[in-house]
């Protein structure tokens, strides 16, 4: 097996791409946002052609027109659930049972229209799992996960009114469930979607344990747990710091006059963004550095040949990363974000690796019949989007 190493690189500039940004920005404004569908496909090639893997670089085939036409399909679908929600809660009602419905289909749609219009080398990527396991994975294990959530809670809470130490139990015992079935419904999430991938005729792979899911989220929600713990001790500390408690043992109250609560409500707020974001990177980069450290590319004929991949992501790099990129646009009043945009790609890329050599590389190219943008524009209309990033 060879070990040979291809490191990502991104080779674009925060100066280079605000130039290209701000004139989106304008155009967009003054065509009332029709000239967004040029300004999508103009970032992605920007980004893509600047994404490169043993000195080659990706490209990316959308056309604008089949970017606008989506937009106006997921414009109007955005129009008519807020006349509804607004005037009609019982249609609103139903149109939100609908869109669950075809969440599978919209994010199986993105996923394979997203990988049509990518390339590397001439040759495209493609999206090849069954609509069928979508709905049985995304729709299936939802349902399925939210059962098992309801009937636990119903049954702690009808056992829990027999004991205040049960309850308690109880109580913890929610956290791991959830947890576990979360993990077990991320688990089938990311398998669907990495092992749906083609590269020209070689397959992408991954096989990933649920266990390790598991671990992960058990892990981040004992941690939150001990940093509430520790910050509501903190916080007393503080809002109790100034008071006399011999007065309060003999039931004057009056030194409550010389405390601050406004000093540990302001930290107690810092403390649970600080919280939420260290979480959110921790399980982030977790879950990224597996998932590539499980993912293949192999070929049916070439069997001695296969391509592994590697993630190196880090918490605290990506905590900075995101407390950075978030103080530079409040900052700058939104400006930076052409920087942020560079800074995170290139942040990915560098702690990305291809193994294997790519002098090598030979796929065959498959024609893709996805042409169409609109279930693409729908899906980045409710921010969905799952994939190998």
């Known amino acids: 097996m060879d070990q040979q190493t291809n490191p990502i690189t991104f080779n674009g500039r925060g100066g280079e791409f605000f130039g290209i940004w701000i004139v989106n920005i304008l155009l967009s404004i003054v065509t009332l946002g029709i000239y967004s569908a040029w300004a999508k496909v103009r970032t992605k090639r920007y980004f893509y052609g600047n994404t490169h893997i043993d000195g080659d670089g990706f490209e990316y085939h959308a056309r604008p027109i ?172 503080i809002l109790l710091g100034g008071a006399d408690f011999a007065q309060l043992q003999n039931g004057d109250f009056s030194s409550f006059h010389n405390l601050n609560p406004a000093i540990a409500m302001v930290l107690g707020y810092a403390a649970i963004i600080v919280l939420m974001i260290t979480l959110t990177a921790y399980t982030t980069t977790c879950v990224r550095n597996y998932i590539f450290s499980q993912l293949q590319a192999n070929h049916d004929q070439q069997t001695s040949s296969e391509y592994r991949f590697t ?25 930076a974000r052409p920087w942020v945009m560079v800074r995170t790609s290139r942040y990915l890329a560098n702690h990305t690796t291809v193994i294997g050599d790519m002098s090598v590389l030979i796929a065959a190219d498959k024609s893709s019949n996805v042409k169409s943008a609109v279930s693409d524009e729908v899906a980045q209309a409710f921010d969905l989007g799952i994939g190998i990033n």
């Open 66 to 237: 089949q970017i606008l036409k989506g937009r106006l399909v997921a414009l109007a679908i955005l129009l008519i659930w807020g006349v509804s929600n607004a005037f009609f809660p019982v249609a609103s009602m139903a149109l939100l049972l609908v869109f669950y419905a075809a969440l599978p289909w919209l994010l199986w749609s993105n996923a394979r229209f997203d990988a049509a219009m990518t390339s590397y080398r001439n040759v495209h990527f493609s999206f090849v799992a069954p609509l069928k396991q979508a709905y049985v994975t995304l729709l299936g294990r939802g349902v399925g996960a939210f059962l098992i959530v309801m009937i636990y809670i119903s049954i702690a809470m009808a056992a829990a009114s027999a004991s205040v130490v049960l309850a308690i139990i109880l109580g913890l015992g929610s956290l791991v469930v959830i947890s576990v079935v979360y993990a077990w419904f991320t688990v089938g999430l990311h398998r669907f979607f990495c092992n749906g991938y083609l590269y020209g005729d070689w397959r992408f792979t991954a096989d990933l344990k649920v266990g390790f899911f598991i671990r992960t989220y058990l892990k981040a929600m004992s941690m939150g747990i001990l940093f509430a713990v520790v910050v509501t001790l903190v916080s007393l500390f």
């Open 311 to 335: 993630s190196t992501l880090s918490v605290a790099g990506y905590v900075w990363l995101v407390i950075s990129n978030f103080l530079l646009q409040v900052v700058t009043l939104g400006l």
